[in-house]
């Protein structure tokens, strides 16, 4: 006890709000894009648990009941046509698929809770993960050019820029701290 009459705030682990800077929209952009890559490394996990435990030939079917009206409808339908196409030949991509998909997106959840707690750690492996999935996504549009992957290079352009703001911010916001306390 302090011997204070006023309750202790909780802690949240993060800097009382006098040792850090003043948030801007930037920083709360950058705390929508965290969310958003959690969710996507979520997504990834649950993807991946999913190709381990169900049988291609149970995805192929259930694909193709959820087409089957569209089919009827659109013959055409791009979409439709490329999930069946998808699991029509998961049966040879299965186990990489899904180990692809639970390493990303264990990777991104690590570093999306890492980001957010603002451990120093989880801002150069933010940086040489998300590089390297920029990398690797700019290697597959040279064969494969896509609109949904030149988006999501965007995106990963964007959170590099944004984490490289914030790891600026708080690395100037821990020297002022350090040198005020001396």
């Known amino acids: 006890m302090t011997g204070s009459s ?3 705030a909780p802690s949240t682990g993060e800097p009382e709000r006098r040792d850090r800077p003043e948030r801007d929209a930037l920083d709360k952009t950058f705390d929508i894009a965290l969310i958003l890559k959690g969710l996507d490394g979520l997504l990834e996990l649950l993807g991946g648990i999913l190709l381990l435990v169900v049988s291609p030939e149970t995805l192929n079917n259930l ?14 339908d791009f979409f439709a046509h490329h999930l069946l196409r998808l699991t029509a030949n998961l049966h040879n991509t299965q186990t990489f698929g899904a180990v692809y998909l639970l390493t990303h997106g264990l990777v991104k959840i690590v570093i999306v809770v890492g980001l957010f707690r603002r ?26 050019p896509s609109a949904g992957l030149a988006l999501l290079t965007v995106f990963d352009l964007f959170i590099i820029w944004l984490t490289w703001r914030e790891y600026r911010r708080t690395k100037t916001s821990r020297m002022e701290v350090a040198a005020s306390s001396s």
């Open 6 to 8: 006023e309750p202790s």
């Open 119 to 144: 451990e120093r750690w989880a801002y150069p492996v933010a940086f040489v993960f998300l590089g390297g999935f920029v990398v690797y996504q700019v290697y597959r549009m040279t064969y494969a």
């Open 63 to 76: 694909a193709k009941h959820l087409t089957q009206h569209e089919l009827s409808q659109d013959p055409n």
